[in-house]
């Protein structure tokens, strides 16, 4: 399941001044020639047994002082041998991505905005053989967001969504747990305010149905193909949330497919529904 494709200078100028100073010449003869072999020893010096004339400086290559050294888990990973900017796979199949949601809570419904807001933590499950790694216990390794930013993850959003941040206290709120085989796990808290497009015909005594879906934002289906990972078991809630003015009757999963006419191409939607 996926949607559309997206495409996502550092100039350095080295402007090298020169100048030159000189003197008078004596106007007299015979004082020129000392003259000119001095200042010919002076625009003249010796580097490593070759002459090099001034005005055209040597310049010794410095080390990159932006590029920060790999961490031994990133040697480990093979980060630096693999383009991370291309799915995993590129050129074969779609790539299949799971998808589980835990509901953290539900924090309010608004029949004014008609929208309502929930935190959640979304997990994200797919395999990516240029992450494999030698293991002789053949456990996983967890990271948090530093190499997130280093390697491919999948490119999720909530359609209809207002507003969403991630959790950042104490630190960002993201997991990446790496297996020997290549298989990962990415988990983020999550905060989401989405559209409940709501009919308050029949109000106080209204049902509706919200909806919070998940899509990816530039894969269509030939490249990404998302699937809840645990079937209608991939929306789980704490028994505990409730609201004080709404009735939560059920959570549950459902699976479509979008069409964007400006890309031509079919795209696989997942979506969790909420009714109240």
């Given amino acids: 399941m996926s949607t559309m494709q997206l495409e996502t200078v550092f100039v350095f100028i080295c402007v090298c001044v020169l100048g030159a100073a000189g003197r008078s010449a ?3 003869g015979p004082r020129q020639e000392p003259y000119k072999q001095s200042r010919l020893r002076r625009e003249t010096t010796r580097v490593d047994g070759g002459a090099q004339k001034s005005g055209s400086p040597i310049f010794r290559r ?8 790999m961490t031994k888990s990133e040697q480990l990973l093979r980060i630096d041998d693999h383009d991370f900017t291309m799915r995993p796979a590129f050129g074969g199949p779609p790539i299949p991505v799971g998808v589980d949601v835990q509901v953290e809570s539900l924090d309010t419904i608004s029949e004014a905005d008609m929208d309502f807001t929930m935190t959640l933590y979304l997990r994200h499950y797919w395999k ?27 490119d999720m ?5 207002k507003r969403s941040f991630i959790h950042d206290t104490t630190t960002d709120n993201l997991m990446l747990r790496v297996y020997p085989d290549g298989n990962v796990l ?23 149905t919200c909806s919070l879906e998940i899509e990816s934002y530039a894969y269509t289906d030939d490249d990404l193909m998302l699937y809840w990972k645990k079937g209608n078991e991939s929306l789980n809630t704490d028994d505990k949330i409730s609201l004080s003015q709404f009735l939560i ?11 964007y006419s400006s890309t031509g191409n079919a795209s696989v939607l997942s979506d969790a529904r909420l009714n109240v």
């Avoid at 410095?62 to 050294?69: A, E, G, L, N, V």
């Avoid at 992450?131 to 999948?154: A, C, E, G």
């Fill in 186 to 208: 990415y988990s983020l808290r999550v905060t989401v305010t989405a559209m409940c497009n709501m009919d308050l015909s029949r109000f106080p005594l209204d049902t509706q």
């Fill in 249 to 259: 009757q059920k959570f549950h999963t459902t699976t479509k497919l979008a069409f």
């Fill in 157 to 161: 959003f909530f359609v209809h969504s």
């Fill in 26 to 28: 004596h106007r007299r």
């Fill in 62 to 69: 410095s080390p990159d002082m932006t590029k920060s050294p």
């Fill in 128 to 154: 990516d053989e240029r992450l494999s790694f030698q293991s002789s216990n053949n456990q996983s390794m967890t990271f948090d967001s530093r190499l997130v930013k280093k390697i491919w993850v999948p």
